[in-house]
């Protein structure tokens, strides 16, 4: 799939691999910086992954990556089947230099297509409050809140679900 993005540059979405990973750290950590202080440190390091997170990740989830022209990866998602009809959604992001290029949305039509070829009827993802701009796109994407909220090291982390 691709898109195009920053200064007519074409962006790539396809899934990422273990060789990405410096790539999708770098655009976690890029993405989440200036909501650092918003976390407790162990919510941030859970959202933003390391080294040795990262595999369990890609172990246990579909990861997108968005790829410019250069091959630098400036967005990522993550998906996976739940239970029965349900996927679940995490760690999107996307570089701040590259936000409001459409870049977010390819990544998120690719981690729903995903799902729903797997048989996904509900997709649901967790943000927090720091992230009123997410929370705006996934509301402007058909996801609602269900009410569902839980501790996230700490934080109160609100459920979004959309049915297809």
Same mark, same amino acid.
């Given at each position: 799939?691709?898109?195009a =993005?920053?200064?007519?540059?074409?962006?790539k979405v396809r899934p990422g691999t273990h060789a990405d990973a410096m =790539?999708?750290?770098a655009c976690l950590? =890029?993405?989440?910086?200036p909501y650092r202080a918003n976390y407790s440190p162990s919510a941030y390091l859970d959202t933003v992954l390391t080294l040795e997170t990262l595999p369990q990740r890609l172990a246990s989830m579909q990861i997108f990556v968005a790829e410019s022209a250069n091959q630098q990866i400036v967005g990522t998602i993550a998906c996976a089947k739940a239970t029965g009809e349900e996927g679940h959604l995490r760690g999107m992001a996307v570089l701040p230099e590259w936000q409001g290029h459409g870049i977010a949305e390819d990544l998120l039509l690719a981690a729903e297509e995903a799902l729903t070829m797997q048989g996904c009827t509900r997709i649901t993802l967790d943000t @927090?409050?720091?992230l009123?701009?997410?929370i705006q796109f996934y509301e402007k994407h058909g996801y609602l809140r269900s009410g569902?909220? @839980?501790d996230f090291f700490g934080m109160p982390l609100y459920e979004f679900a959309k049915q297809f």
């Open positions: 799939m691709e898109c =993005g920053k200064s007519e540059a074409h962006i =790539g999708i750290l950590a =890029g993405a989440f910086e @927090t409050s720091p009123q701009r997410a569902r909220v @839980t």
